[in-house]
């Protein structure tokens, strides 16, 4: 069966410092691969998808990046965090249509 | 500006008894829509959908509804279970059958039912 890790599943950093969060998803191939982010008081938002590795699609212009090395691994950074990237971060995968499947998330404050 | 709107907070049920959550959206290109329900410390998991040619598909305890001429949809449960205490998300996408996901999510409803 398929599964979905998500590190760490929470975080406090300060302001100015950098943020890497890696998921990996676990038994399939080729997955489209997303991050979504829940801000307080806001639905999940689409932050990046991929449909394979390097190809990063970005749907909000902000502070953070994506990156897929790997086939089944998907990196969310910045450079340097804001206070508004504090938030709840979801990885998710996907394919052939299937629903969206997410992992447990990651809730950052950044302080 | 927030193309798929649930604006009730939350809810409290009895155990038993119907729970009727719904879901409002702008965007009439949406094709298919999707309920999701998130556990504490839990990423959401996929609950039931509906493609937007159906009026009504049904699950077991769920069913969801769609009014397309009101832009409403609504996920009812009955009976309603202390287990079904979650949030719940509607989501939805102009893109059913395209190459990627691109799910458009409301904030959320936060069932609570009362044993």
């Known amino acids: 069966s398929q599964t979905i890790h998500q590190w760490p599943a929470t975080l406090v950093q300060p302001v100015g410092s950098p943020l890497s969060l890696e998921c990996t998803v676990e038994g399939t191939s080729n997955p489209n691969l997303y991050w979504y982010r829940q801000a307080a008081g806001r639905g999940l938002q689409l932050l990046f998808y991929s449909v394979g590795i390097g190809q990063i699609s970005s749907e909000v212009p902000q502070n953070l990046s994506a990156s897929r090395p790997q086939d089944r691994q998907f990196i969310l950074s910045s450079k340097k965090l804001l206070l508004s990237d504090s938030g709840f971060y979801l990885c998710?995968?996907?394919?052939?249509?299937?629903?969206?499947?997410f992992g447990n998330g990651t809730r950052l404050t950044v302080t | 500006d927030q193309q798929v709107k649930q604006n009730s907070p939350s809810l409290s049920v009895q155990e038993g008894r119907i729970s009727i959550l719904n879901c409002d959206y702008t965007?009439?290109?949406?094709?298919?829509f999707l309920w999701y329900k998130k556990y504490p410390a839990e990423g959401p998991t996929f609950l039931i959908s509906?493609?937007?040619?159906?009026d009504k598909n049904e699950d077991g305890r769920f069913t969801v509804f769609l009014n397309k001429s009101a832009k409403h949809l609504s996920l009812h449960i009955v009976p309603s279970q202390p287990g079904d205490s979650a949030v719940y998300f509607c989501a939805a996408t102009t893109n059913y059958g395209g190459a990627t996901n691109k799910l458009i999510f409301g904030t959320g409803t936060l069932l609570a039912v009362q044993p």
């Open positions: 509906i493609s937007s040619i159906k």
């Open positions: 998710a995968w996907d394919r052939d249509n299937s629903p969206l499947h």
């Open positions: 965007n009439s290109m949406f094709d298919y």
